[in-house]
């Protein structure tokens, strides 16, 4: 069973076929800007990891599969990056498209490609504007895959997506996919840790909920309370609620295997650091490499 039969889980305008755009309303895409900042406040510690892994390996060409404002491609047009940044959301797409424009004086920013494109046919939507185009790295961070719900109780939906993101990928590339701690959430009904991704200036409260479906967690909703206020301006509280499909590594580990047949090397991070060192994450960062045959 869809979890949205038994819990409504998008705001008001948000449309309820196909890949989830659960920013369609505009509600969110505004105020997210806010909530994340711009590319000189992404959290150190997440740009020296991307960055420190894609220049190890040798990556010139990205694919950001959930570019949403451009934040990341952003930055990594700025490390002189070849980026292409896709989202299935319009409404998060124009704020990039805004940041290419003010940034069109810079020639780094005239090679930027930003284009529309769904995850459940990502290659063919990649192809209508790069015909027969691979990458050396595909990312897919900040928690975004888990915004695709599970519509037929199998993951099928979520398992073709990934291997979407496999094919897009040269021998031997990269791909960057993270979750929330779901299985901590699940236990708890609390989302633990700060944000490992954005410096964000402005209060900010998250109000956890998980679903069960027949005891099977099904969906993970987060109420977002953003004071966005700067000092003396009008009080601005901004509220809206994304839901996730809650991953537990297990289950996301194997299907991140499967989706590469088995032929790819496999890493896992806890807040961008070794699973070791860190006892309860807020993410878990998978890292696979395309086997090069």
């Not at 998250?206 to 309370?225: A, H, M, N, W």
């Not at 070794?274 to 878990?284: I, T």
Request: aromatic fraction near 10%; include cysteine.
């Amino acid at each position: 069973m869809a979890a949205d039969k038994v819990f409504h889980s998008r705001s008001e305008g948000i449309p309820s076929e196909g890949v989830k755009d659960q920013y369609a309303d505009g509600k969110a895409a505004r105020v997210w800007k806010k909530f994340i900042g711009d590319s000189n406040q992404r959290t150190q510690n997440y740009k020296n990891f991307l960055i420190g892994l894609l220049r190890s390996h040798g990556c010139q060409s990205v694919l950001d599969i959930a570019c949403g404002t451009g934040i990341d491609s952003m930055m990594l047009v700025d490390e002189g990056f070849k980026v292409v940044s896709v989202d299935a959301s319009d409404k998060m797409l124009k704020h990039a498209l805004k940041a290419r424009w003010e940034r069109r004086k810079d020639p780094k920013y005239d090679e930027w490609i930003i284009e529309e494109a769904n995850w459940e046919t990502l290659p063919t939507d990649v192809a209508a504007f790069l015909p027969g185009k691979q990458f050396d790295a595909v990312i897919c961070l900040g928690n975004s895959f888990a915004h695709m719900l599970d519509e037929d109780g199998q993951q099928l939906g979520q398992m073709r997506c990934l291997k979407n993101f496999a094919q897009c990928l040269k021998p031997g590339g990269l791909l960057f996919i993270d979750h929330r701690n779901y299985d901590a959430m699940i236990n708890s009904g609390a989302t633990p840790g700060h944000s490992i991704y954005y410096n964000c200036k402005y209060p900010v409260d998250i109000k956890t909920s998980v679903l069960v479906v027949r005891g099977r967690p099904e969906l993970v909703t987060l109420d977002y309370c953003i004071n966005a206020s700067d000092r003396g301006s009008v009080n601005e509280t901004s509220e809206f609620r994304l839901c996730y499909f809650p991953h537990t590594l297990a289950k996301f580990t194997s299907m991140l295997d499967e989706a590469f047949d088995g032929a790819a090397k496999h890493e896992i991070y806890a807040d961008f650091k070794k699973l070791s060192e860190v006892p309860v994450p807020g993410f878990y960062i998978h890292v696979m490499q395309k086997g090069k045959k």
